[in-house]
């Protein structure tokens, strides 16, 4: 038997919820250690998924495949494998989940809990990304949810319960339909069959209708999370109410579990019915680009500011995608983890000056770079990266997209461009009033970043510079994969 | 070889200003900043081998190495593959002589800002963001692939809002950095597009290979024109042409040492040489080609008008500096290559040396406002005679730099079109006023406000030692480089757009062509008859005339002072963005959010109730009202009827039934 690398990353969070479970409630430091160490330890083999990945197949790699349930009238294997799409997202989701667990070491209040649930959540979400038995990806998303609504309205805001409650029935409402398409597409295979693998093969057996239906029940479950408008209000608010480390992990992972979905299950199982809703998708995009950067202009919190940024950026994966072509989905595959790494860093930042200042009231603020120059630095660094400027790993991402779906759609795409300028707009506005001009008296003892903060920052500082210098970090894992995607159906 | 290791120039002060933002702490009397001079030094060293090299043929141009950057899946004539992303050098004479100009003036700036920038509390700053600046139009100059010129490019925009919003401490540069940044974001938005329409057609970044593809006529002509246009809309931001002009008069904010670097060698240069580099997009559309040469004379005259009235020295010159990169824009827009590209290096010496100057003033009598200044020509003597020479150059007068290259720009322009050559020749008329105006304004006569002109003193020879050498520069940069046309055929050689441009130009010079010697003669005559004019009535010690002169032509002067309203204009497309964005904030929270979303969760909890009463009301009451049936109605009634104790009765239905049974079965 081959070394279960792809199970050891996503249980061995499992195993370090079950351990935090045992410790005494009093031990905290014992609960971070062991926290920590499952984290830490997840994200140690995902970078040796990133080294071991072979980069010239586009074929499934570290597969495992166990029959799991075994009845005459169902059968579910535990199958699970990574490809260029997929491994990318692994080791995103282990970096920003040991990323969002140090910045969450400042929680005070049940904190046992708070750690058994986040890494509960890491499981769902590794998961999600690696299953290719489609009972066992249902599984797994719905493990997402529940440790998503006990975060959120747990250790959330002032309207947490409502926050909470809205994006679990939103979310599960999704989900429903997905299932609906799931058992649509099992029922229709002969034999029947939860292989994904498999799914994608038997498109040519599928009538226009039905794959027009099925395309709409998982395109509503997967655009509830990009979140793709008008299924887009759950998440500022969402947003808003969670602590700092969950909107970190909302926007860094778990919205590429819609943009996934499209991708893995939408396009390849689906392609007649994607081709019809295509003028639809690409609509929504723009929409999703230029109303989420006017939304996002509008803010006066900065978090609910970067939470519209997301709709934005998550607009270029949507345009991406609906270019079909092998540039597009580079650039989807490409953004997700460059929306990731920088919009984690920005909820990251915007976290610690509420730590501080109790508000992220963007007028309340003022000449701060004067006061917490290092703090100043990093959060214009990101904001910078954010609104796509070259050198910077958004840029090339961004620019993939674009160029991915300006062939097919010129026009959508050329006022897409116009969304680039108003991200810079209400970027560049909110610097220059939080950070420039004269400083504002309240905040005159305002302390500067702790090392706990510095910590969690600086490697996503550093990772989105050196992606944008040296992109083919990662675009060599994806390419041949997206090459084949492209190929799929020509 | 030098030319190899040209890949240098650029790097060397990336890695400079690396090294003074991270190295050691921010200090008064801190030595980064030579780190920046030292790098500098260096790349100005191989840049001008590079000259030497190629000019005396032991380097032959055009010169490319390149490197793979990266690579990602791309569909390249319909068929999914994995593109190749090369990045790497081009040295054609355009560009090394852009490498020369600068290096050069970067290092002049960075020596003069060692006295300018002395003492500020960012000090140290400062020198890395300066040498990140040049860094970024270094690596615009040499970049052989567009992508990575635009990334250059942004980078120029990203270290100008830093540097013009340097001292954020205050209320007005913050301001003005966004302002630069947003407008010239919103020229690069056309870039962006040229961009995406280069690679969709010529499926290609290489300059090189573009060339090629272009010139064998493999792209449509409207895809050309739109590729075309788009650059323009990129130069038009960066290099402030109108309208886009707005953002460079409040660039003045920043340290006058940077508006010498941002309007003689990077940032506004950036325009002009984009436009010269993808020549070729142009010369193979003659829309792009005339709306080229139209948007450069329309910016020239509009800026050079508005150049006549501020009394903030930086102003008139922001304002000199948009009128010159006019005449340069339109200069290319009418096939003349070498002659705008002429222009943009003499202009880099003497505009650099006039707000150098200006900055030496500044520095003396902590003010910008002429009408403070005044009689400072005896106080501060190196400044006053090395601002003349600028003046005079940028006056256009024989024999300083300006001269020659104006005169090449007009000699062109008048062979494609002589409406244009008249409006340019007024603007050169009206270069010469303000120029002066600004001249005697700030040195001639007594000093206007005593308490700052007598305390002023002349800057120290760090400061001055830089404007000697841009006077020098300015004053025989001209005449030797038309000499025997050296640059002309320097510039030339092997550029990625040379000769074709040239022949260009002399198809159009069988129209019409003007006698060299009429043309300088007639020039200067007008030059020096405004230089007059301006003396007139601004020399003495107040200017009253020129007050008089003010009241007459109010309305003018209203229009000048507002700037043509471009601003009003692009304020209000701001307060537009801004109402609307607040509408979608009010749609995204009321009614898709309030109607929609929360109307699903009321409608389904009002569903709930309906079927809650339905139960109840209903069901609810079906299943007692089948218990009250069974129990009063049929239960007692049937008792009553037939259960009355009678054993024989019982069995009867007893029979009954069993033989009902049986008959059935």
């Known amino acids: 038997m081959e070394f279960p690398l792809l199970s050891l990353i996503t249980f061995i969070p499992l195993a370090g919820a079950l351990a935090v479970l045992c410790l005494p409630k009093d031990s905290r430091r014992a609960i971070e250690a062991a926290a920590l160490a499952a984290s830490a330890v997840s994200f140690a083999l995902s970078v040796w998924l990133y080294f071991a990945f072979d980069r010239s197949t586009a074929a499934m790699q570290f597969v495992e495949r166990h029959a799991w349930i075994a009845a005459d009238a169902v059968k579910v294997d535990y199958y699970l494998g990574v490809d260029g799409l997929s491994a990318p997202l692994v080791i995103l989701t282990t970096l920003m989940s040991l990323i969002a667990l140090i910045a969450s070491l400042g929680i005070k209040e049940r904190f046992k809990e708070y750690c058994f649930w986040f890494l509960i959540l890491e499981v769902g979400m590794l998961g999600v990304f690696e299953s290719l038995d489609f009972f066992l990806f249902y599984v797994f998303w719905e493990i997402t949810l529940v440790p998503m609504y006990f975060l959120i309205g747990i250790w959330g805001g002032p309207q947490k319960e409502y926050a909470a409650i809205k994006f679990f029935l939103y979310t599960l409402a999704g989900s429903v339909f997905m299932l609906l398409g799931i058992l649509a597409l099992y029922f229709k295979a002969d034999p029947h069959t939860f292989d994904m693998l498999a799914l994608m093969k038997i498109h040519g057996t599928l009538s226009f209708r039905f794959q027009v239906l099925a395309f709409l029940a998982f395109y509503f479950g997967f655009a509830i999370k990009v979140p793709a408008f008008p299924f887009h209000t759950w998440l500022p608010l969402a947003h808003v109410e969670a602590p700092t480390a969950i909107s970190v992990i909302l926007a860094a992972v778990l919205l590429k579990m819609g943009v996934y979905g499209i991708l893995r299950v939408n396009y390849c199982m689906l392609p007649l019915g994607f081709e019809w809703f295509l003028p639809i998708l690409v609509l929504i995009a723009v929409i999703n680009i230029v109303y989420g950067a006017l939304c996002a202009m509008a803010q006066n919190d900065m978090k609910k500011m970067v939470a519209y940024s997301s709709i934005n950026h998550m607009g270029y994966c949507l345009l991406a995608i609906a270019g079909v072509s092998a540039t597009g989905f580079s650039g989807a595959a490409f953004q997700m983890i460059n929306h990731g790494i920088i919009t984690g860093a920005l909820f990251l930042l915007v976290g610690v000056v509420y730590d501080r200042a109790h508000t992220r009231d963007i007028g309340a603020f003022g000449g701060l770079a004067a006061k917490v120059p290092v703090f100043a630095g990093l959060m214009s660094l990101s904001c910078f990266a954010s609104l796509g400027l070259p050198g910077m790993a958004g840029f090339i991402s961004e620019f993939l997209c674009f160029l991915g779906a300006f062939p097919r759609w010129k026009i959508y795409t050329a006022v897409s461009v116009l969304g680039v300028i108003i991200t810079a707009a209400f970027f560049l506005r909110m610097i220059e009033k939080v950070f420039l001009g004269p400083l504002n008296k309240r905040w005159a003892d305002l302390p500067d970043m702790n090392t706990r903060e510095l910590v969690s920052v600086v490697p996503l500082a550093i990772l989105m510079v050196a992606l944008g210098i040296w992109p083919k970090w990662a675009l060599d894992m994806m390419n041949t994969t997206m090459v084949s995607l492209a190929g799929l159906f020509k | ?665």
């Open chain 2, 1 to 665: 070889m030098m030319i190899e290791n040209v890949w240098l120039v650029p790097l060397l002060p990336l890695a400079a200003s690396l090294v003074i933002l991270f190295g050691g702490r921010e200090r008064e009397d801190s030595p980064m900043p030579f780190v920046g001079i030292a790098a500098m030094a260096a790349s100005l060293y191989i840049s001008l081998a590079v000259i030497f090299d190629a000019a005396t043929g032991a380097a032959a141009l055009p010169f490319e190495k390149e490197w793979l950057w990266y690579s990602f899946a791309a569909n390249l004539g319909g068929q999914p593959s994995i593109f190749e992303m090369r990045a790497g050098v081009l040295i054609d004479g355009a560009a090394a002589v852009m490498l020369g100009v600068v290096c050069l003036v970067s290092l002049l700036v960075q020596i003069y800002s060692l006295g300018y920038m002395h003492g500020d509390r960012k000090f140290k700053r400062y020198f890395a963001y300066i040498s990140f600046f040049t860094a970024s139009m270094l690596g615009l100059v040499v970049s052989n692939n567009l992508i990575v010129v635009f990334a250059c490019w942004e980078l120029v925009g990203v270290s100008s809002y830093l540097l013009i919003g340097f001292w954020f401490e205050k209320e007005a540069p913050p301001y003005a950095a966004k302002k630069a940044f947003i407008t010239t974001k919103l020229g690069d938005l056309g870039f962006f597009l040229a961009l995406l329409l280069i690679f969709t057609y010529a499926g290609s970044y290489n300059l090189v290979r573009l060339k090629e593809t272009v010139e064998m006529g493999y792209l449509p002509p409207m895809v050309l024109t739109l590729i075309g246009l788009g650059l323009l809309c990129g130069a038009a931001g960066k290099s402030a042409q109108a309208p886009l002009f707005i953002w460079l008069p409040d660039a003045m904010e920043g340290p006058t040492p940077v508006s010498a670097l941002i309007h003689a060698a990077t940032m506004v240069a950036a325009g002009i040489y984009l436009v010269a580099r993808c020549y070729f997009f142009f010369l193979a559309s003659p829309i792009a080609m005339e709306t080229v040469a139209w948007a450069g004379l329309i910016t020239a005259f509009l800026a050079g008008s508005m150049a006549l009235v501020p009394y903030d020295i930086k102003r008139v010159l922001a304002f000199s500096t948009v009128s010159q990169l006019g005449f340069m824009m339109c200069a290319l827009g009418v096939g003349g290559y070498t002659a705008g590209l002429f222009h943009l290096t003499t202009h880099a010496f003497f505009k650099a040396l006039l707000f150098l100057g200006a900055g030496s003033v500044i520095h003396a009598v902590h003010t910008n406002d002429m009408r403070s200044m005044g009689g400072l020509s005896k106080r501060m003597p190196w400044t006053f005679l090395t601002m003349t020479v600028g003046c005079l150059a940028l006056a256009g007068i024989p024999p300083f730099a300006g001269f020659f290259s104006k005169d090449q720009i007009l000699e062109k322009v008048f062979e494609h079109s002589p409406v244009m050559f008249a409006v340019l020749v007024f603007t050169a008329c009206l270069t010469a006023f303000y120029t002066f105006r600004m001249l005697f304004l700030t040195f001639w006569g007594d000093g206007r406000d005593h308490h700052r002109v007598d305390h002023a003193e002349e800057s120290g020879a760090v400061m001055t030692v830089p404007l000697m050498i841009l006077a020098a520069l300015s004053l025989v940069s001209g005449w030797a480089l038309e000499h025997g046309h050296a640059f002309a055929s320097f510039v030339g050689s092997g550029g990625a757009a040379g000769h074709a441009a040239e022949a260009a130009g002399h198809a159009a010079a069988a129209g019409h062509a003007i006698n060299p010697m009429v043309l300088a003669a007639g020039v200067t005559a007008g030059a020096c008859f405004f230089i007059a004019l301006a003396y007139s009535l601004y020399a003495g010690r107040d200017f009253s005339r020129a007050q008089r002169l003010k009241s007459l032509f109010q309305p003018v002067f209203d229009l000048l002072e507002k700037r043509y309203g471009f601003d009003a204009f692009f304020l209000g497309l701001v307060d537009l963005a801004d109402r609307i964005a607040v509408l979608c904030r009010w749609v995204d929270i009321e009614v898709i959010d309030k109607v929609f979303v929360d109307g699903w969760g009321l409608l389904c909890r009002v569903a709930a109730e309906i079927s809650h009463l339905f139960d109840a009301l209903f069901v609810d009451q079906a299943v007692d009202g089948c218990g009250y049936v069974s129990r009063d109605i049929a239960g007692r009634g049937l008792r009553s009827l037939i259960a009355r104790g009678q054993v024989q009765e019982y069995m009867l239905y007893l029979a009954v039934g069993v033989s009902l049974f049986a008959i059935l079965k």
